[in-house]
Structure formats: structure tokens, C-alpha cells
């Protein structure tokens, strides 16, 4: 580790009004590393008070942010892109130790995502119809106001940069509550902007618990709209919350997203791409393809494909040589993880790889085996509900109408996958998948394109354009 990530590991202050300010509580949140239990840092355990001063500090430096030009804001967006890619050691890093991903993965992934979510921002704040005339109105496109966004412990720096230059490219400025599991690299981006000039309060950092800072933040009357990226439980009670206010909601939430092998595809390719997305941070991420449709009749050849596949990953520590699969996030996730596994096999799911037991050699940390399930009906439980850890689950299909029912079938629907050698074919079953993406042959993640989901899954959306028309709102002036 660098000198300057080990100077970010216990953070005293929060970041209110362009200014490191001492929390008004006296409470600490230990952060603890997931590839060891061991302590590695503390943050602020934010108070209400907090957060009002937060957005204070938000609605004063709303009225003079709000008038830039998106030009202006196009130019800042660049330079935040530029100072993040000079600090791309250390934000990978910090990310590496606060969920333990591995190193490489973390640089390649996790920060390339956040660096992403400012560069696409110049080009589509010129993609923007800022104002238009229609009849004898002129249509304009403002900023909402304050937004306040919560973001989760997954991905701790990109879930943070795609409300932040969504938000301040329209015009809005932020107060941020950033996941108390891993917040460091929330720190060291507000040291970026601290030291690039962003005007004070432009940008804000709580951190706490979400039943005290979070509910604070959502209650509050300075704040316009909530941007919110977690649990669909959590999601419910931010919902009740913002309702009785009547204040815009944004927000992305779980998924059990299903990859269709079509009986023309191939196979091997398709389930070891499958596999890799599933995996990625250790399973932890929204959109990760958990469900593998194969046809009933290869279904034993998808077994075992999948069971080669999966003996390729290697559970290791973050910094550890050869390392190709971190550890979850936290003891409660490890605990969760862990039990539905077992919940699995209770309901009569096959193993083919992996399970509940630690892997050799890994005794501390919550390291779970990449795992793969087979004989798994539709009902069960491990079909249905978001793990969040690194298990698929083959479920097989009779025919193309079966596999699309079958896919459509959970309460989510954030992502999917379909693959076939028919183009027309894989394109015409995308189509009918309840899902905000659906990647097609393998397609690659677009920055510039919008994330959301359909049902459960959230509403709202993030990336590029539409990322900023999430935080704008309409005026009509009649002429």
C-alpha cells in the first residue's frame, strides 16, 4: 500500500460545504477487512445534525451551480475523469482492501467504471435538448435541485460517480451517503474534487447508518429527489419514507438475471462467459447473470462445462499472488451467502461445484467457493432470490417460449443474456425479456447506455444521457 492510502484508512472528518469537518456525533463505524476480520480503519458515524448541515451547504451552492452552463459543466466532468485516472493506484487499492477484489480486477473494473461515469458525461451533455420551442412555449430543461444518493458497498467508487456526474451535469448538487462497509474510496474522491476546486458544496459525504443518516437524508425538505442504488427492502423503506413528501425517486435494485443458451449456441462458450459475470466481485454485483438456461436435452454437457469452468477461479486474498475471486463483502453477507447455499440443497438442488464450505487454506476471511448448482426447479428458492455471492444456478428449458417464461419468471428484472448462432433469433428473444439490458452474443457493457431495471428491479435509470435526464425536470414558459 502507498503512503497516501494508508493515510485514508481512519477518517475522523466528513466533507460538508468544500470544508473536513469534524462530525457533530462522537460515534465511530469500524471497517473491517473481509480477506482477514481484521480492523483496518473507522469512519464518522453520522448524526442528523450532520445532514443538516450537509444540505445547507447543498442548497447554497445550488442557486450558482444550477446557472452554469452545460459547456462549464462538460469541462468539469473531464477534468473530475483526468484526476480520478491520475489516482487510479490508489482508489484500486483502497477498493481492493475495503471488499477484498483483487488488485487487477479492482484497477480494471472497479475504478475504470468510476472514471467512466464523468468521461462519457461531455458528449452526452451535448446529446441534451436543453431547450426547444414548441408553438408558443419555450421548453426548458432544469436541474431538480439537491439530490440526495445513498450507494452501496459493491462497487463503493463507481456507484457514488454515476449519480454524482449524472447529478452535476444537470445542474444539481449532491449530499452523499456513502455505504458504511466501504467508504474510503469515497474519501479519496472528495480529496480529487477538494484539491481540482469543485465550488464548496457542491459535493457533500455523510457517512452512518442508514436507519440515522440514510432515513435523515430522505426525510429532509432541502432534499429534491433521492438517488438510491441497494436492496429492494431497503428500497421499500426509502419509498415510504420519500412518499410522504411526494419527492422523485431513483432507483436500482436487485436482480436474478437469467442467461438463455438457445439449442444452437455454443455451448461452452456461453456458460463460461455466463460464469465470469456471475463471479465478477465474488458474485456481488446487481446485474450478475446467476441464472444459466440450457436446453433439458444438454443439460448434462452444461453441467459439465460448468463444473470445468468454475475449477478455474481461484479464492484468494486481494494482494495475493494469483488470485482470481475476492471474498464477500462482510460476515453478514458471508452468513447469508453461506445459508442459502445450504437452503439449496434442503430443497433438493444438485452440487456440481463449490458449496458452503470455506476453501482450503483461506480459514480467515469470507471467502465462499464459486459454486454451481444443477437440478434447480423455477420455485426454489435459490432461483428465485438474489444470493449476492458467487453461485449459478442451471435450470433447463424445453423450447425458446419456455426458456423466455422461465427467464421472465422472478419478481427482478435489471439484466439478462441470450445467446445463439442465429442472430435474428437471439435478438428477437432479447426483445421479449423483461429487462432493463440484455447483452446479446457476449455484448460488452456500454457507459453511454442506460442501467435500470423493470419491475422490483427499480426505476430510473444511470449511464451517459440518460444518466443526467434522471436529474432534470421540465418548465415550460408560454410566450
Known amino acids: 500500500m502507498t503512503n497516501s492510502c494508508n493515510d485514508v484508512m481512519h477518517r475522523t472528518e466528513i466533507f460538508v460545504g468544500g470544508k ?78 475495503e471488499i477484498g477484489m483483487p488488485l487487477a480486477q479492482s484497477r480494471a473494473i472497479q475504478v475504470k467504471l468510476g472514471i467512466g461515469d464523468f468521461a462519457v458525461m ?44 449524472g447529478a452535476l451535469c444537470a445542474g444539481c448538487t449532491v449530499v452523499v451517503k456513502p455505504s458504511e462497509v466501504a467508504p474510503f474510496s469515497v474519501f479519496l474522491l472528495a480529496e480529487v ?34 438517488s438510491f442504488t441497494g436492496s429492494t427492502r431497503a428500497g421499500r423503506r426509502i419509498s415510504e419514507i420519500a412518499a410522504a413528501r411526494v419527492k422523485p425517486l431513483a432507483m436500482e435494485l436487485g436482480g436474478k438475471s437469467a442467461a438463455v443458451v438457445l439449442d444452437d449456441a455454443d455451448l461452452e462458450q456461453a456458460i463460461t462467459v455466463t460464469l465470469s459475470k456471475c463471479y465478477q466481485n465474488a458474485g456481488q454485483t446487481c446485474n450478475a447473470l446467476t441464472r444459466l438456461l440450457v436446453p433439458r436435452s444438454r443439460l448434462a454437457e452444461a453441467e459439465w462445462i460448468a463444473a470445468a469452468a468454475a475449477a478455474e477461479y481461484r479464492p484468494g486474498r486481494p494482494f495475493g499472488e494469483g488470485s482470481t475471486l475476492g471474498p464477500l463483502a462482510s460476515e453478514d453477507q458471508f452468513r447469508r451467502v453461506r445459508s442459502l ?22 480459514e480467515r476471511g469470507y471467502f465462499v467457493a464459486p459454486t454451481v448448482f444443477s437440478d434447480v426447479s423455477e420455485d426454489m428458492l435459490i432461483a428465485q432470490e438474489e444470493i449476492f455471492g458467487p453461485v449459478a444456478v442451471i435450470i433447463g428449458f424445453d423450447d425458446e417460449e419456455d426458456a423466455i417464461r422461465i427467464a421472465n419468471g422472478t419478481d427482478y428484472g435489471l439484466a439478462g443474456a ?19 439490458q440484455v447483452a446479446i452474443n457476449g455484448g460488452a457493457y456500454n457507459p453511454r447506455a442506460p442501467f435500470g431495471g423493470f419491475k422490483q428491479s427499480g426505476h430510473g435509470r444511470e449511464g451517459g444521457r440518460f444518466g443526467i435526464e434522471e436529474f432534470l425536470t421540465y418548465k415550460s414558459l408560454q410566450v
Open 193 to 226: 474534487l477538494d484539491v481540482l476546486g469543485l465550488p464548496p458544496g457542491v459535493v457533500n459525504i455523510v457517512t452512518g447508518e442508514g436507519g440515522t443518516v440514510g432515513e435523515a437524508l430522505v426525510a429532509h425538505p432541502g432534499i429534491d429527489m433521492i
Open 20 to 97: 473536513w469537518i469534524r462530525s457533530a456525533g462522537s460515534e465511530v463505524i469500524d471497517v473491517i477487512d473481509p480477506a482477514t476480520e481484521n480492523i483496518i480503519g473507522s469512519v464518522p458515524n453520522g448524526t442528523a445534525e450532520d445532514v443538516e448541515r450537509a444540505v445547507r451547504a447543498a442548497r447554497e451552492a445550488f442557486g450558482s451551480w444550477s446557472q452554469t452552463s452545460p459547456e462549464e459543466r462538460a469541462v468539469w466532468a473531464q477534468r473530475i475523469a483526468d484526476a480520478v485516472t491520475a489516482r487510479a493506484d490508489d482508489f484500486a487499492e483502497l477498493i481492493a482492501r
Open 418 to 436: 441470450v445467446w445463439s448462432a442465429d442472430a435474428s433469433r437471439a435478438h428477437r428473444v432479447a426483445r421479449r425479456l423483461r429487462s432493463g
Open 122 to 165: 461531455p458528449q452526452a451533455i451535448s446529446e441534451i435538448t436543453w431547450e426547444e420551442k414548441i408553438d408558443n412555449s419555450i421548453v426548458l430543461r432544469e436541474p431538480i435541485g439537491v439530490v440526495g444518493a445513498i450507494t452501496p458497498w459493491n462497487y463503493p467508487l463507481h456507484q457514488v460517480t454515476a449519480k454524482v456526474a
Open 341 to 362: 447455499i445450504d437452503k439449496g440443497i434442503e430443497e433438493g438442488a444438485r452440487l456440481v461445484h463449490g458449496g458452503a464450505d470455506r476453501p482450503e487454506g483461506l
